[in-house]
């Protein structure tokens, strides 16, 4: 069974640093693209950050780029977001996502949605 | 960034109805879109992804049609456990994936 198991959230003043993890389990996680996607409260999704398998590429959304890092670690089964310079609007549930491929036969490249995703871990930024 | 946009932001149904959700997309996406059920406190799921494919273990009373465009997630016949937020996902344009806003069904 593909489990995702977010930790690492709590409140944090304007300005400070957290780390996300995410423990993944139940497949192949060396395998598998994976993102972090938020939700502010009583709000709708947002996309925030994409690594490879490899982590050899990323992708941040606008709203986080420079602020926050995606990185991974194969051996441990885990996926992390480093967030620096926490704003108030950085505030949501924060859930991590596997990626899976559609094969696009038009363009060669696969298009990616997202097929399991954690329980999500809450982060407040508030002083 | 692709816009999507869902209407109606939220449906009051009964067990037994039919319920239809539309998803546009600013631009064409072709096929590439997904819809998500999400609960209240849980992670999203998905339901239908490349606009109308089922994800396996999903019920079939959820279909999703449409291309280009305009997308529709249809509920057959609602029960209860249907009663959540419905967000549609374009994956056209990687990696600026975005959402709709959401729709909630309630109970009528």
């Known amino acids: 069974e593909v489990q995702l198991v977010e930790s690492g959230g709590g409140l944090v003043q304007p300005g400070g640093s957290l780390r996300l993890s995410c423990a993944a389990s139940g497949f192949t996680f060396s395998s598998y693209e994976m993102n972090w996607v938020r939700q502010a409260p009583g709000k709708g999704l947002e996309w925030v950050s994409y690594i490879s398998s490899s982590g050899s590429t990323i992708y941040y959304a606008d709203s986080v780029k420079g602020r926050f890092t995606i990185s991974r670690d194969n051996a441990k089964n885990s996926l992390y977001l480093q967030m620096n310079s926490l704003r108030a609007e950085d505030t949501a549930v924060y859930y991590c996502a596997r990626v899976r491929g559609d094969y696009d036969i038009l363009t060669g490249y696969y298009k990616n949605y997202f097929d399991y995703w954690g329980q999500g871990t809450l982060v407040t930024v508030s002083s | 960034d692709i816009q999507m946009t869902q209407s109606p932001s939220t449906l009051s149904a009964s067990v037994g109805d039919r319920v239809t959700i539309t998803c546009r997309a600013s631009?064409?996406?072709?096929?590439?879109l997904a819809w998500y059920q999400q609960k209240p406190g849980k992670a999203p799921k998905l339901l239908i992804y490349k606009a109308s494919s089922l994800e396996s273990g999903v019920p079939s009373r959820f279909s999703g049609s449409g291309s280009g465009t305009e997308f529709t997630l249809t509920i057959s016949s609602l029960q209860p456990d249907d009663f959540a937020t419905y967000y549609c996902?374009?994956?056209?344009?990687?990696?600026?994936?975005?959402f709709g806003q959401g729709t909630k069904v309630e109970i009528k």
């Open positions: 631009q064409s996406i072709s096929s590439w």
């Open positions: 996902q374009q994956y056209n344009s990687y990696p600026r994936w975005t």
